[in-house]
């Protein structure tokens, strides 16, 4: 990014660890509330050993491969 975007709009840089961040709570919030809850995530996400269903398995939650 052109630092000059950065500097007029330097909340810029974490947006992405932002949406991730809020992606993450809400999904917890879902499994905590709901028996039975419905996400949607890129392939990438669904993929990484760093995306989401790896930081919440790691979080101690189940997590299952499709049959």
């Known amino acids: 990014l052109s ?3 950065t500097k007029l709009q330097p909340e810029i840089l974490t947006i992405k660890q932002r949406a991730i ?3 993450m709570a809400a999904a917890e919030k879902a499994l905590d509330n ?3 809850t419905f996400a949607v995530l890129s392939m990438r996400e669904v993929l990484s050993p760093q995306g989401a269903l790896a930081k919440l398995k790691a979080k101690g939650y189940t997590v299952e491969k499709p049959n």
């Open 3 to 5: 630092s000059a975007i």
């Open 21 to 23: 961040d809020n992606w």
């Open 34 to 36: 709901n028996s039975s």
